[in-house]
């Protein structure tokens, strides 16, 4: 019991320095924020990124992000809804060639997860692990652009890969399809759809995405349900 004190009484300190630091730098920092999901299942988050070093050709990000994540087991027994809202941060070392832009990085995470089953046996619990991520970025030509990204969390094992295709349509729209790929052993979601983006500023658009998602439960049952998300974009080239 004293041990599962201390350890939450660390966790609340490590998320008030991350806090604290996050809004302390709110200034100097380029930020991400966005949602995706629909009723049953979505994650939300803010993610802050700051450039640390900056080279011809390369660079190192530092990253934080405060994230929201949720979604429905069900089974015979019933739905189980699980909340997760949780804190990371790390590392991103990006390389740039013509053309080209690879990033991979690593971090580490808090989640608060709750799960309420509908036989009352309700559980909290924090979980905690590494990240990893990655993303590529590849102009096909000079109005077209081909994105690539994946992420692990090993507090909430979930893992998610997908990618897009932009067409520059005008000065003032880029649109095109995407497909994605995430989940954990519990819900495994496949999607494929649509984006469409609106730039604003120099290197800030807003994007809006849209389309089907196919959702496989760990019982095996599955369902169909259009998907959806907005965000705003911030590219750092």
């Known amino acids: 019991m004293a041990k599962a ?3 939450l009484s660390v966790m609340r300190l490590i998320s008030a320095v991350f806090l604290v630091t996050m809004f302390a730098t709110m ?18 988050y803010l993610t802050r990124n700051q450039r640390l070093h900056s080279a011809p050709g390369r660079e190192l990000l530092w990253w934080t ?23 990371g941060s790390g590392f991103l070392y990006r390389w740039q060639v013509p053309n080209l832009d690879l990033g991979l990085g690593s971090g580490y995470e808090f989640r608060w997860t709750s799960r309420k089953n509908p036989s009352g046996l309700d559980r909290d619990e924090t979980e905690h692990g590494p990240v990893v991520l990655g993303d590529l970025h590849y102009s096909m030509d000079t109005l ?31 649109a095109g399809p995407e497909a994605s790929w995430q989940g954990t052993d519990g ?28 959702i496989r439960y760990e019982a095996g049952n599955e369902e169909t349900r259009p998907y959806y998300s907005v965000g705003i974009v911030r590219s750092f080239r």
């Open 144 to 174: 077209t652009r081909l994105t690539l990204q994946a992420s692990y969390s090993g507090a909430s094992e979930w893992v998610m890969a997908g990618g897009r295709l932009m067409r520059e349509i005008s000065p003032t729209l880029r």
């Open 27 to 44: 200034a100097k920092a380029e930020w991400v924020v966005g949602y995706e999901g629909d009723d049953i299942r979505g994650i939300g």
């Open 65 to 87: 992000t405060a994230s929201y994540l949720f979604y429905n087991l069900r089974d015979d027994g019933g739905t189980t809804r699980i909340t997760s809202p949780g804190l």
């Open 187 to 214: 819900i495994r979601v496949i999607s494929y759809g649509g984006v469409a983006e609106v730039p604003f500023q120099e290197r800030t658009a807003l994007q809006f995405h849209a389309g089907q998602a196919r």
């Open 5 to 7: 004190l201390l350890l």
